[in-house]
Nanobody, 114 residues
Framework: QVQVVESGGGLVQAGGSLRLTCTGSGDAFGTDRVTWHRRAPGKEREFVAAISGSGRDTTYAYPVRGRFIVSRDRASNTVFLEMNNLKSEDSGIYYC???????WGPGTQVTISS
């Protein structure tokens, strides 16, 4: 079983940047597909980005394309979500998910002030 935990959330002004980190336990995490999701207040959880086990393939939801970058460091069992040019609509709780084990982290709060 793989467990994941997110970190790096916080409060930032619109136009600013944040980098979220997803840390996974166990060797399997290093080769598993990992996805990022978010839930805005009063809305359903939505897909944000994904990265393949090799790190060569990435996918982004349309609202974040060109602003967010997902990457991974397999040696340290971490996946990053670099968020740039943040907008108020990016506010929410961000979740990391190990897609192969269907393991979700508890989430990290991101708040963008206008």
């Amino acid at each position: 079983q793989v467990q994941v935990v997110e970190s790096g959330g916080g409060l930032v002004q619109a136009g600013g940047s944040l980098r979220l980190t997803c840390t996974g336990s166990g060797d399997a995490f290093g080769t598993d597909r990992v996805t990022w999701h978010r839930r805005a207040p009063g809305k359903e959880r939505e897909f944000v980005a994904a990265i393949s086990g090799s790190g060569r393939d990435t996918t982004y939801a349309y609202p974040v394309r060109g602003r967010f970058i997902v990457s991974r460091d397999r040696a340290s069992n971490t996946v990053f979500l670099e968020m740039n040019n943040l907008k108020s609509e990016d506010s929410g709780i961000y979740y990391c998910r190990d897609a192969d084990f269907e393991s979700w982290g508890p989430g990290t709060q991101v708040t963008i002030s206008s």
